[in-house]
């Protein structure tokens, strides 16, 4: 099974996380008791979050007790206060350099970013933060004008819906496509299968 751990934080955007987590559970779902995904919320603490818009939800485990991750999914929103949080920034180089794949959803690629000062590949966020991405991380190759970037280890999205559209991608990498066109099918999502 894949640990899947979707890290949040207040004013995180809701569908960055909560588009994700549908994918992967219902994937799971699709599978029966073969239940390929276990997805699950990170917070820096156990105590409920307050997403944007006052939405609030209660994180499965914090950053100091949830089990071994697989794939890190760091959502996008109101990034800039764990820009300089340096207990998460610790967390998030300490897991990316732990799992087999980073994934971030809209501006999640700033917290990577800032956290892993050593990543330079090709990634994107969305539209409305590409300026500011490019101005603030030149090392990196920012793409516009698509719904995810897949360097390999290192899968990056644009905003908001686009992280479904990375997240069943995610599903064809980590399983089989057949699985992620038939999560599409049952979440009645266009899914945009290429980049």
Same mark, same amino acid.
């Given at each position: 099974m894949v640990n899947i751990g979707i890290f949040i934080y207040r004013d995180a955007e809701?569908?960055?996380? +909560?588009?994700?987590f549908e994918v992967f559970s219902t994937a799971s779902r699709l599978c029966?008791?073969? +239940?390929?995904? @276990?997805?699950?919320?990170?917070a820096e603490? @156990?105590? %409920?979050?307050? %997403?944007? %818009?006052? =939405?609030?939800?209660?994180?499965? =485990?914090?950053?100091?007790?949830?089990?071994?991750?697989?794939?890190? $999914? $760091?959502?996008?929103?109101?990034?800039?206060?764990?820009?300089?949080?340096?207990? $998460?920034? *610790?967390?998030?180089?300490?897991q990316s350099e732990y799992v087999k794949l980073t994934a971030t959803v809209c501006t999640g690629i700033f917290i990577l970013a800032q956290a892993v000062e050593s990543l330079s590949c090709s990634v994107t966020t969305h539209w409305?933060?590409?300026?500011?991405?490019?101005?603030?991380f030149s090392r990196l190759d920012v793409i516009q004008g698509v719904r995810w970037?897949?360097?390999? !280890?290192?899968? !990056? @999205?644009?905003?908001?819906? *686009?992280?479904?559209?990375m997240s069943l991608h995610l599903v064809s990498k980590l399983h089989r496509e057949n699985l992620a066109v038939k999560t599409a099918r049952q979440m009645e999502f266009a899914w945009v299968r290429s980049a």
């Open positions: 809701v569908l960055d996380f +909560s588009g994700p029966g008791t073969e +239940s390929p995904f @276990s997805v699950f919320l990170i603490g @156990s105590e %409920a979050v307050t %997403a944007r %818009a006052g =939405y609030t939800v209660v994180p499965h =485990y914090s950053i100091d007790d949830h089990p071994p991750l697989d794939v890190l $999914i $760091i959502s996008g929103g109101v990034h800039t206060q764990q820009m300089t949080n340096e207990k $998460i920034l *610790a967390w998030v180089k300490q409305e933060d590409i300026n500011d991405l490019k101005a603030m970037v897949d360097e390999g !280890s290192i899968v !990056s @999205s644009g905003g908001i819906s *686009a992280g479904i559209d």
